[in-house]
């Protein structure tokens, strides 16, 4: 294929991709899906989400780990063992823990955006109020808005945020990425030097990964 050629396909392609967006057509993750892949094949750079850290980023151990706020395993994990990782591996610098939103439905992926518009500092002590009362707005989206309103963002400033296609695309693409580099299939799962742990993992198990035995 010659230079002209491929040219020509770059910007029949960006324009497809860019009439998507104009048409409104990408509101589901299929479709933001199929822009990942045109943005992957033309080598256009995607937005990544920053990292949200515990720990010492110079640990000698970093475990990413990926979770959905709608997961009652990653809520269990968040009550229940990170409080055990933070004394015995997070406050004494050999463990850094990188938390990796994986949104697996609607109502994550909107808890998500709501919860990244927030400064970065308000990140976990918000993340376990969710979790804390993830029973009583699972499957009542208004109750986690109301919930969100406490934390400051009101229903007109909800409706600007979860409009902007920027902030969901930023959160699903990097889901996709795991997806096909670590081959992620369900929340919990934990990522150690390119290996996969997948399901709640018990806290022998997570300490016998973090001591490499």
Known sequence: MTSKRKALLRISLVCFTLGIVGAHIITHHLSY?????IRRLLHIPLKAPS?????NPQAPVRIFYYYSLTCRYCRLFLQKILPELQKKYLDTGRLCLVFCEFPDDKISLDGFTLLRSLPISAYFPVLKVLFAQQEDWIFMPAH?????ETFGISAQMRHSLLSKT???KALLFRRF???EHFNLSAVPSFVVKGQ???GALSLLKLEEIINGR
């Open 33 to 37: 899906a199929h822009e990942w892949r």
């Open 51 to 55: 990292e949200i850290i515990l720990g």
């Open 144 to 148: 986690l808005f109301t919930l969100f």
């Open 166 to 168: 920027s902030f969901s």
């Open 177 to 179: 990425e795991a997806e």
């Open 196 to 198: 996969v742990y997948e």
